[in-house]
């Protein structure tokens, strides 16, 4: 199962964590978005052993993500927030293995329930 959880409402520029709660043993996890009345898209990956993260142009160098093992809980840090962020964002996972550099958007087959978050301008 997985639980998504930490969206909210927050200005421009600011920062928000999102979690994620896995159970059961997958091959990667990751992070997509879907902004109202647009298609569901991917935003980061992380595999298992935390190789090879992923992620969207649109993200890359202000979303982190990361994964906790003990807590079996993986996170997207979200920094530099743009209003265009705003949407409904779910956690994945897949038992499907991709090789490092490989984008895994197509991969994931598990999914939870999102958690919205809005950033105002």
């Known amino acids: 199962q997985l639980q998504a959880f930490g969206g909210g409402l927050v200005q421009a520029g600011d920062s928000l964590r999102l979690s994620c709660t896995v159970s059961g043993r997958t091959f990667a996890e990751g992070w997509f978005r879907q902004a109202p009345g647009e298609e569901r898209a991917f935003v980061a990956a992380?595999?298992?052993?935390?190789?090879?993260?992923y992620y969207a142009d649109s993200v890359k160098g202000r979303f982190t993500i990361s994964r906790d093992y003990a807590k079996n809980t993986v996170y997207l840090q979200m920094n530099s927030l743009k209003p265009e962020d705003t949407a409904v964002y779910f956690c994945?996972?897949?038992?499907?293995?991709?090789?490092?550099?490989?984008?895994?958007?197509?991969?994931?087959?598990?999914w939870g329930q999102g958690t919205l978050v809005t950033v105002s301008s």
């Open positions: 994945a996972s897949t038992l499907k293995y991709y090789s490092a550099g490989y984008n895994p958007k197509d991969k994931f087959t598990y």
């Open positions: 992380i595999t298992r052993t935390g190789d090879s993260p």
